[in-house]
């Protein structure tokens, strides 16, 4: 018999997966690192309490736009670190106590654990254990760009000034200067969070364009946007970084030869912040002692029901979800993969021997309209298809833009610049996509996404129901009104 009926690894999403209807089961979870993983402790949550701070200090930068005088006077960096921190160690240390010690079925293994085989393990300290059926719960890790002069093992230390998103917010005071390396999320959001409470911020970039995933239209929109209001250098990549001296970093760029007039140069700042993507946790794991197929790009591979693949086929008893196995890096989606594997496990325990439920008693994941935002000043936020995509897979659309500026609360707001998006089937009149760049962006795209997941037409979302005037919503409801389903 298997030491254990399940066992868990990682603590993210995957700790949300055991609840009273395990209370029988000989349960293990494994977590090397804080309990509640990224979007708790590092992610999602403290940097959206950041960027409400940022948020404000904006405000009051930017009030004359709406004829108010008001200034920004500085951030009181501990009290906001402490703010958020005290808050969300508290719920750290909370969840790791209550698997510990409240949970008669619970065994907590506090450190590293790796395959040595299918249904069996080891921890980092050396002990070796075997579980019925395991869920990979191993999430991502920042990306270590192995640029020369950055000693990878000291990123994220104490007093080491290369930072990721693991160690930035923790430091004892936000760095007078700034280099951000990366073009995407994290590096928006923490642009944002920074020049926002004063720090001098320079994001270094590649290519021509920030956000580079969006349609190239709104992307240009806002890097546009952004780019007049931050320091971005565009067409260049860190060749070279000198750690130490009073400057804290020196960072030498050279072109990528993506943007005509990019000039090799150097910049110094206090600090540097790699944001240039994160990698499935796959490689630690082991995976390969016990089979398990890894794609290309690092994710574990799994099938519609979450199945963990070993050589093309369900590995009896193996599930994966969140950031090691899934093609979307957001904790919406490994939230929902969680409720999926959760109801697909208790089918297989039910079921007797691992790998024995049948399909018929397991639910598929959705990533249909699957959201996300970047809240960064302005916001952006997206659901569905870009029409590029759409039209290189030969999808009949029509696209609409609808500025802010067309509603009353874009008067209100003095907004000329932000925008919503929407792609349309002129045959179905449903929704395929929205892209939004503006205030509260996040917000009004929720009734395009609830209506792209219930299957709404555009034209029934927009006139068949009220929409508050004058709300900002009024911008969706005139997207979508703009519609012309006779011009593709
Ligand atoms: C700065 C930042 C901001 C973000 N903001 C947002 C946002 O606003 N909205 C959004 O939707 N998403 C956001 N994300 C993404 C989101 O945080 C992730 O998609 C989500 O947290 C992934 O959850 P997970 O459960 O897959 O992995 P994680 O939460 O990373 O959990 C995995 C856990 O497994 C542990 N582990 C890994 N391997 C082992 C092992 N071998 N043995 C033991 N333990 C192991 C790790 O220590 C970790 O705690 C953000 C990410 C970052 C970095
Ligand atoms: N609000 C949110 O939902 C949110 C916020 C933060 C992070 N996340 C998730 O976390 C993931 C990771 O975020 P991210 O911003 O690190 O990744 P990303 O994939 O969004 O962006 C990575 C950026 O780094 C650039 N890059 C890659 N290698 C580079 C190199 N060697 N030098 C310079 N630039 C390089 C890429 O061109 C890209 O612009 C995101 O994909 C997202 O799903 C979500």
């Known amino acids: ?79 906001l670190r402490e703010r958020i921190f005290g808050r969300i160690d508290a719920i750290e240390a909370d969840g790791r106590d209550y698997r510990t010690h409240r949970q008669d079925n619970v065994t907590v293994f506090a450190e590293h654990v790796a395959f040595t085989g299918p249904g069996s393990f080891a921890t980092a300290s050396g002990e ?10 191993a999430g991502s890790t920042p990306r270590d760009p192995q640029i020369a002069g950055i000693d990878g093992a000291r990123i994220d230390s104490d007093g080491y000034p290369v930072h990721t998103s693991d160690s930035i917010m923790r430091l004892p005071s936000p760095p007078r200067s700034l280099i951000i390396l990366g073009s995407g999320y994290i590096a928006m959001e923490f642009a944002h969070i920074f020049a926002g409470l004063g720090t001098e911020v ?11 995933d969006l349609d190239e239209d709104v992307s240009a929109a806002f890097t546009k946007i952004f780019a007049d209001s931050h320091s971005v250098r565009f067409g ?13 970093v020196s960072v030498a760029l050279s072109p990528t030869g993506r943007v005509a007039d990019a000039t090799a140069q150097s910049l110094q700042a206090d600090a540097l912040l790699i944001a240039t993507g994160r990698v499935p946790n796959t490689a630690a794991l082991d995976a390969q002692a016990a089979g398990i197929d890894v794609r290309e790009d690092g994710r574990i591979a799994v099938d519609a029901y979450q199945r963990v693949l070993a050589g093309g086929e369900p590995l009896p008893g193996a599930f994966a979800l969140g950031d090691v196995s899934s093609p979307f890096q957001l904790k919406h989606v490994a939230n929902h993969e969680a409720r999926v594997v959760k109801h697909n496990l208790l089918a297989d325990i039910a079921a007797g021997a691992p790998g024995s439920a049948p399909v018929g008693d397991l639910e598929e994941v959705n990533h249909h309209a699957v959201p996300a935002a970047v809240f960064t000043r302005p916001q952006v936020a997206s659901v569905g298809e870009t029409e590029a995509a759409l039209r290189e897979r030969g999808a009949r659309c029509v696209a609409h833009t609808q500025p802010y500026s067309s509603t009353a609360y874009g008067w209100a707001l003095n907004d000329e610049t932000s925008f919503v998006k929407v792609l349309a089937d002129p045959a179905t009149r449903l929704i395929l996509g929205a892209q939004i760049v503006g205030p509260e962006a996040s917000i009004i795209i929720q009734p395009l996404i609830q209506a792209m997941a219930f299957g709404q037409r555009a034209d029934d979302v927009a006139q068949h129901q009220y929409w508050i005037h004058p709300a900002l919503t009024e911008v969706i409801e005139n997207a979508l009104l703009g519609l012309d389903f006779d011009a593709d």
């Open 1 to 79: 018999m298997a030491d254990f009926d399940v066992l868990i690894i990682g603590t993210g999403s995957g700790n949300s997966i055991v609840n009273h209807r395990f209370d029988g089961l000989r349960v293990a979870i494994a977590e090397e690192w804080h309990f509640g993983g990224t979007c708790l402790n590092v992610g999602c949550i403290p940097t959206k309490m950041f960027v409400r701070a940022a948020d404000v200090a904006e405000d009051a930068k930017t009030a004359q736009a709406v004829d108010v005088e008001a200034r920004y006077e500085g951030v009181e960096w501990d009290r």
């Open 128 to 137: 070796r254990f075997t579980a019925e059926r395991v869920v990979i719960a």
């Open 202 to 212: 320079t994001v270094v970039v590649r290519g021509p364009r920030l956000l580079g």
């Open 236 to 248: 260049l990549e860190a060749e070279r970084v000198e750690v130490g001296g009073p400057g804290g």
